[in-house]
């Protein structure tokens, strides 16, 4: 049995407003548990008539959520399928797309690769300026983006932007991400609670009927293909099986990726020299 | 028999850039006389050869257009076909899109729901930085956007912008919608008519089948469907049967939508609170 | 036979990090040679294993590339087809497009018409925010963008945008560039060679593999179709031969174009009184 109720806790503001927090000490990994925790929210929110908003925020300062557990707790999350008939992995972020209740992450700390992705399926993205660290590291691990991310972002921020983010592997700041339009917008931290909360209630506030319509207007002309989804996730799972990627991802579980706080804040910074001796 | 004159005004600068200054005072509220002002001036336009560039701007400092009329002045626009075979208020906006004629919103002043529709079929949009409330507030009046705005938002601003322009369903200034690309650019209010008119004259300057044929390759691809189109008019009308959009419209023309300049000027920052006591 | 070797140089940084330098005094014309040379450095790369990332920047300072040659120095390019099955111009554009080497502009200097469309069809595009003019010129010329810049340009710039750079047809400076998303950052003059090497060599460390699927997958979701860019291309040769596009040419030709320095800097300046007494 997987443990998910230590890995999000729901705080019910209203029936209309619910904020999420990712609680998994101490970097908040996106594991099997963490995915089929989301599994567990999405069959609830489905269950509540009244909901309308849910806001996505971390109880660990530095950590949003960090990124795919490379460990092996990643469970079936990849193979089996969800109620929408996609893969787990999939399915979580389409579903969430889909759904009636409009989703806001409001971001502090890292959020790399599948967290990026996450972040990317909810329908807002708000940004601490001083204290993001955003990206898709995956091609500096021998991989590449395969929740999502290389079909969300094009549309987003455009191909050159898109091919930065993805080719480069790095991190980007709240400024930066607002200016490429990666996020919404960065807000100065001691102001990002309120204005997030603001936006929720307001939109707490309309109908229900209203929302989804608008939503649903909007997904037509803006969502990614099914196809293309499958795509990127069959090509990862190929990917992950290539001895230049499994020498990089043991690189850098050595260098204390998932084990040290400090590294764990910083690795995409080494990716350009983590095989140099 | 509408009265379209008293609506908008056309003045011809030269056979080949006119302006054109909507004055329907004291809001420049978006009935069926302006729509059927707006068809008449592409009757006239799509006869007028000479004719290179339209820009579109109001008599009224506070009010650009203000937003669709809620008192039933809406006559048939919704449901009666114009030349394009699509309603008359879809074929409007289409048509405009696809004239050889070159179109430019210069902006002050509150533009809001149809308004907004208006302004993102016009070819290009500059914006008064110290005056201009831009935006979707359906949503907030238990409706959505049914003239394009789902359409034409992302490809524009990306999903997660569009979702908090239409969502979120309040006001943008300047600045913030020229850093989301909702509109070209915000300029200081001293510098818009001079920089919108040496553009304006720049552009009629060029030949007109040079123009037409880059327009025409651009909107190959970059206009949305007739279908989808279609599809948003459709769900608005029958959104606007709906008992609470009808409870919020009746609420705010009780607060004084349509009749006090100061309601019709911030009214969109009610919307969170409108149904409480 | 064509000499290309003056046209462009290749420096191997390393065996997986190339600079092409574009060397074709005074003015880096994209004429035939220089697409030739291009077609060349196109076969080199692809029989180039090692090879991750090519830089391209130009040893000329005032001048990246600097536009379509207008004295009938063309060839065959925009009629005899290249190795993909497209008329060598395009093909040119496409394949660096789907190249499994990552291409990155480095940009100072005037970029305009087919220059821009080159950048375009790199991966990334970053320039000196003290020292660039880019855009497309073409509308002013009585011609319009034939090699993918009306693709091109909507779904990185938004249909708004993109149409006042097309047909504007005037310069934009490095910030409005970056604002506007047609190129992916401006740097400071002094900063910039740094910040495209640092990111050249990262990307250079990373496996081929993962680089090209990750591309694969972003290119599926972000390049126009073969179709939209024969019909721009047609279009464009059709126009080439209307009287008004020769007149304004032949106008530009003897106001110093390809001869002056100082024209050839600033000549789009001029396009809205070209032909003025």
């Known amino acids: 049995m997987i443990e998910t109720a230590v890995h999000l806790r729901v705080i019910e503001e209203t029936s209309a407003y619910w904020r999420v927090v990712f609680d998994s000490p101490p970097f908040n990994i996106v594991d099997a548990a963490m995915i089929y925790g989301l599994q567990d929210l999405l069959a609830r929110m489905e269950a509540s008539p009244s909901l309308r908003v849910v806001v996505f925020e971390s109880a660990i300062p530095e950590f949003y959520l960090s990124h795919f557990d490379l460990t092996g707790k990643t469970g079936n999350i990849t193979t089996a399928v969800g109620p929408s008939g996609l893969p787990i992995l999939i399915d979580t972020f389409v579903r969430l797309t889909k759904s009636p209740v409009v989703s806001i992450a409001k971001i502090r700390g890292c959020v790399r690769g599948v967290s990026s992705e996450f972040v990317l ?132 579980l050595e260098r204390g990726l998932q084990r040290e706080v400090d590294f764990e804040n910083r690795w995409p910074a080494v990716l350009g020299t983590l095989l140099e001796t």
């Not at 204290?131 to 290389?150: A, D, F, I, Q, S």
């Open 121 to 252: 399926a909810c329908d807002m993205r708000f940004a601490s300026r001083e204290n993001m660290r955003l990206g898709h590291p995956e091609v500096g691990v021998g991989l590449h983006p395969g929740g999502g991310g290389t079909e969300r972002l094009p549309p987003l921020v455009g191909r050159g932007r898109a091919l930065e983010i993805v080719l480069g592997a790095n991190d980007f700041d709240g400024d930066t991400a607002a200016r490429y339009g990666y996020v919404n917008r960065a807000l100065p931290d001691a102001e990002l609670d309120e204005f997030v909360d603001v936006l929720a209630r307001r939109i707490a506030s309309f109908d229900r009927r209203a929302i989804t319509a608008a939503k649903n207007l909007v997904n037509q002309v803006s969502l990614p293909s099914a196809d293309r989804l499958l795509d990127s996730l069959n090509s990862f799972q190929k990917a992950l099986s290539w001895p230049e990627a499994q020498e990089r991802i043991q690189a850098l």
